[in-house]
């Protein structure tokens, strides 16, 4: 079993959500880290949740990103650590410069709450290795910024080295510009750094991982990342038994 | 001191200053005449309306806190009180829609985490007058930025609620917020001050000068004046009350509270003097250690801010260092700014200077009460007078796609997808699908809530029609499965001091408490809003009620929409032909005549436990409460959002019928008491059979299937369109006039 750290800031309001849809729903060790604390207690990966860090009146994870718990957030990415930023999680990581690019206002300007529908692009993330390349996954989205940009050059750096992990599509997975919900560059939904352990997605994986609740395409992600820990973990083993023998 | 022109400056009757000179036995000086008059107004006093409120009844097995607290409680079981309330934020919503509304979202809630519950979903009760009008889409377009930009923030999923439109909301749009929230049953904290010496502290935002007088404007009648208005309404900061709610639930936890309550309408006033006479006791204090946003406020405008966002607490004695450091935590400091005393006063003192002292219980429990005169508006037989023969039906078709376009009937997606209503994972009917559904986690069980009013009703019988609003509620929450278990009532009216406005409501009063009782739903609170009139002309008399319901099992929780083709479809209750107050009329005719539907609440009540019932057996697979647009439009509404699931169905030529109306009421009458089911495979029998015992009428009336809508009466086919089309025209009847959602 695995241990996620879902980090609170002022204002985060989906953290219950992605700590329910780790312990209850998949049966994983959860706690909550608050922002003020400088140590995430040897957690295996981390979940940024989403919500309106400090109101989010400046910049959506303006000043989040200056949050004791970020620089260790950032040195746990650096070593490789699996992060996961959910919506408000995601603006944080790309103000904190984990993720590239930045986001802005709905192209219509208002808030929406819906379920959308995701292509998965990449599926060598920690958050995505058990989902099939082309998958389309529906879940929902509830933000007022998530219209994602960045300029040509980064998008060009982004595709080349595949780390569009999600697009917003049509149901049947094509892209149509009328499904790009919010407008977002190249209908990016989420995507990964170079190193391919630290995710940002718009869409809420936590709210979709039980029937009750409409849709479970969000587990797989979730699950993702368990299995993930687990290969590592079992490959940590094997090293650490073989570098045990003469 | 206090001359004439102050004491009407302040609202006061010669009768009313009368009596602050008995009680004080002296002149009051400015500060306390300002307390008197927020206290005494309408908003904090229910002079007009407490004398009529008393009908209500307030008593059941399952209630823990009936009205008098900051909101009422019932038992859900498994040791779990549902904590909630309604409360109306009109006339600040017209001044400055965006705040106006926010600020409405963030006073309930703080009523709601006050007694100790987490709030866990919001829904909406609006009221704007007709999109045509520029102003009101600007209105609709603010209160609606102002909910979502308040509730989203937060992080409380509103899940539902109601939008209605009528030309009487124009120059005064009803906007009312229903929070509920859990808690533990024996956990309850309440608003009250007791034990002398005990700390009296203030935590939250600084006190502005904003908000003075809030409640004396919500008391008064709007004129071409009232945009000057605008600075007497608050400004919200969402994210400051969610620091404020969940350091507020972590300090409840560690039981060192003797009691707490929200500074909402008439501010610092309000919270002292109601909780020193609550608990029976005094409370002292100085305004100078009140955190200020602003330099050189009197104490006058500290005692009447209604600046957002503050919360007046008594801590048992040795605990305020634990419980300050709590608040540290989340970066609020919370200031000790008096002390409980055992002299039942309101003292309030300017560091040595004493600037008010007045009996507490003087204030909050012996403001004046009013017998005010009533008479039924002169008008009333001609609003009430309606000869259906005499109208010229158009065909079906088009009075159905009509209906489907009306604002008032089409989807509210354009509304509630600017509302976050799914966060907190509990939301399990999607938003705009009937009654608010939320489970709650760590029980087996979900929770029911709707809030409906029908206004024109209540203008053509005040007493009817808050009937019809207690029996949709309760019906509503009854098609998701649920069984009801309290009710809170927001009550939005003109000018009582009109005789014909002090009827309405005397009668909606009487109408409320008598259905009520017959559908066994105790009243556990709610909110009083009068005065709603712009330029001398009232709002429709326009009760809200707010129904929770329990389900036992949330696997069991409905929708309304067919869940497969091949279902028997079948409608519960019985129909008489009648056209009264219904959208047909107002929509197709232009007019908002008749008698509203005949109710019979005893039939009522037998459908609702009927529904329930079939809902928990799993007779049933979706059920949907036939009421505005009549049984045309309900069923239209049960194959939108189904993925295309079309229906087939017939009902017979309505007795008495034969004029050119009776095909029309048959469609569009909304007659009450009436739902459409769809049913469990081979579960048809059961359900007829149940229904045989219940003395409910269930007539099968078709089956589920196809991509088609079609309704037949007396044989004749009356309607036959595409699902898909009829769809558009319902997807398209609100958002159509917010361009810039077109798509």
């Known amino acids: ?246 | 001191m206090i001359d004439q022109q102050t004491i009407e400056a302040h609202g006061l009757t010669a009768d009313e200053y009368q009596r602050v000179l008995e009680i004080l036995g002296r002149e009051p000086n400015l500060t306390e005449l300002g307390i008197f008059s927020v206290m005494w107004s309408e908003h904090c006093s229910y002079k007009s309306s407490r004398l009529h409120l008393r009908k209500l009844p307030t008593r059941g097995p399952r209630v823990l806190q009936g009205p008098g607290e900051n909101a009422g409680a019932v038992d859900i079981g498994d040791g779990l009180a549902a904590v909630f309330k309604i409360e109306s934020h009109n006339h600040p919503s017209f001044i400055e829609p965006y705040q106006g509304a926010a600020t409405g979202v963030g006073g309930i809630i703080r009523d709601i985490f006050t007694m100790g519950a987490r709030p866990v979903a919001l829904l909406d009760s609006l009221r704007f007058g007709s999109l045509d009008e520029p102003h009101t889409r600007r209105i609709a377009e603010g209160v609606v930025a102002g909910i979502a930009g308040y509730g989203n923030s937060i992080g409380i999923p509103t899940v539902g609620g109601e939008v209605a439109f009528d030309e009487s909301y124009a120059g005064n749009p009803l906007v009312n917020v229903f929070c509920l929230g859990i808690a533990g049953a024996d956990a309850l904290i309440l608003g009250r001050a007791e034990g002398a010496g005990n700390a009296v502290y203030y935590v939250g935002a600084k006190t502005g000068r904003d908000g003075i007088h809030g409640a004396t404007m919500a008391s008064a009648e709007f004129d071409e004046k009232s945009e000057e208005k605008r600075p007497n309404v608050q400004v919200g900061d969402p994210f400051f009350e969610k620091l404020l709610l969940e350091a507020c639930l972590e300090v409840m936890r560690t039981d060192a509270l003797v009691g707490i309550q929200d500074m909402g309408a008439a501010g610092l006033t309000c919270s002292t003097c109601e909780m020193g006479a609550r608990g029976g006791s005094g409370i002292e204090i100085d305004v100078r250690r009140v955190p200020q946003r602003e330099s050189g406020m009197t104490p006058y405008e500290i005692m009447l801010s209604e600046s957002q966002e503050r919360m007046l607490f008594i801590v048992r004695p040795g605990r305020e260092a634990e419980v300050e450091r709590i608040f540290e935590k989340w970066d609020l400091h919370a200031v000790r700014i008096g002390q409980v005393t055992g002299d039942g006063l309101l003292r309030v003192r300017d560091g040595g200077a004493l600037v008010a002292e007045i009996p507490a219980k003087a204030l909050a429990d012996e403001a004046p009460l009013y017998d005010r005169p009533a008479s039924p508006p002169a008008d009333l037989p001609r609003r009430q007078a309606l000869d259906p023969g005499a109208l010229e039906p158009p065909p079906p078709a088009e009075a159905l796609a009509a209906l489907l376009s009306s604002p008032q009937i089409a989807s509210k997606r354009w509304v509630y997808r600017q509302y976050d209503h799914m966060v907190r994972t509990n939301t399990v009917v999607p938003a705009g699908m009937g009654a608010g559904v939320v489970r709650v986690k760590g029980t087996g069980r979900a929770l029911a809530f709707a809030v409906d009013g029908n206004g024109r009703y209540c203008y053509l019988d005040p007493y009817r029609g808050a009937q019809l609003a207690v029996a949709e509620a309760a019906r509503n929450v009854a098609c998701a499965g649920a069984v009801p278990i309290g009710a809170t009532n927001c009550l939005n009216f003109g000018n009582p001091e009109r005789p014909d406005i002090m009827w309405q409501l005397a009668r909606a009063i009487d109408g409320i408490a008598d259905a009520c009782r017959a559908l066994e739903i105790p009243v556990t609170g709610g909110n009083v809003s009068l005065y709603n009139e712009t330029d001398g002309e009232a709002v429709h008399p326009t009760p809200v009620l707010g129904v929770v319901g329990v389900i036992e099992d949330a696997r069991r929780v409905l929708g309304r929409t067919f869940r497969r083709a091949g279902a028997a479809v079948v409608l519960l209750g019985d129909a008489t032909p009648e056209l009264g107050g219904s959208e047909y009329l107002k929509r197709v005719h232009g007019l908002v005549r008749g008698q509203p539907p005949a109710l019979d609440l005893e039939r009522e009540r037998a459908l609702q436990r009927l529904v329930a019932g079939a809902a928990a057996d799993a007779l049933i697979e979706s059920a949907h409460d036939c009421a505005e647009g009549g049984l045309a439009v309900t069923l239209a509404e049960c194959c939108f959002q189904s993925g295309g699931i079309g229906v087939d169905a017939a009902i017979s030529e309505p007795s008495g019928g034969g004029d050119r109306g009776a095909a029309a009421a048959a469609l569009f009458g909304e007659s009450a008491s009436r739902v459409v089911v769809s049913v469990a495979d081979g579960r048809e029998g059961d359900l007829l059979a149940r229904a045989a015992e219940a003395g409910v009428g269930a007539l099968p009336i078709g089956r589920s299937g196809g991509d088609r809508y079609r309704l037949a009466v007396g044989g004749t086919t009356m309607i036959d369109a595409a699902v898909a089309e009829l769809e558009r025209v319902w997807e398209r009847g609100l958002a159509r006039y917010f361009e810039d959602e077109a798509a």
């Open chain 1, 1 to 246: 079993m695995s241990t996620f750290a879902v980090v609170v800031f002022p204002g985060s309001n989906c953290d219950h959500d992605a700590y329910h849809a780790m312990k209850h729903v998949l049966g994983q060790e959860a706690r909550f880290v608050w922002h003020k604390e400088s140590s995430l207690d040897g957690a295996d990966a981390v979940i940024l949740p989403g919500g309106f860090s400090y109101g989010d009146y400046l910049r959506s994870g303006a000043i989040a990103r200056f949050s004791p718990i970020m620089g260790e957030v950032a040195r746990f990415a650096a070593a490789g650590g699996p992060v996961l930023g959910i919506c408000n999680g995601f603006q944080v990581l790309l103000e904190a410069g984990l993720l590239p690019g930045g986001m802005r206002r709905n192209r219509r300007l208002k808030f929406i709450c819906e379920h959308v529908h995701l292509r998965v692009e990449q599926t060598d993330t920690p958050f995505t290795r058990l989902a099939a390349r082309g998958r389309v996954l529906r879940i929902p989205i509830a933000h007022g910024e998530g219209n994602y940009y960045a300029d040509p050059e980064t998008v060009a750096a982004l595709e080349a080295n595949r780390q569009i992990i999600f697009r917003y599509t049509a149901p049947d997975g094509s892209r149509d510009e009328a499904w790009n919900v919010n407008g977002s560059t190249a209908a990016i939904a989420g995507l990964c750094n170079a190193a391919r352990n630290v995710v940002g997605m718009m869409p809420h994986p936590e709210r979709a991982c039980e029937a009750a609740l409409g849709s479970e395409d969000g587990r797989v992600i979730l699950e993702s990342a368990v299995v993930a820990l687990a290969a590592a973990a079992a490959g940590g083993v094997e090293q650490r038994a073989a570098a045990a023998q003469p």
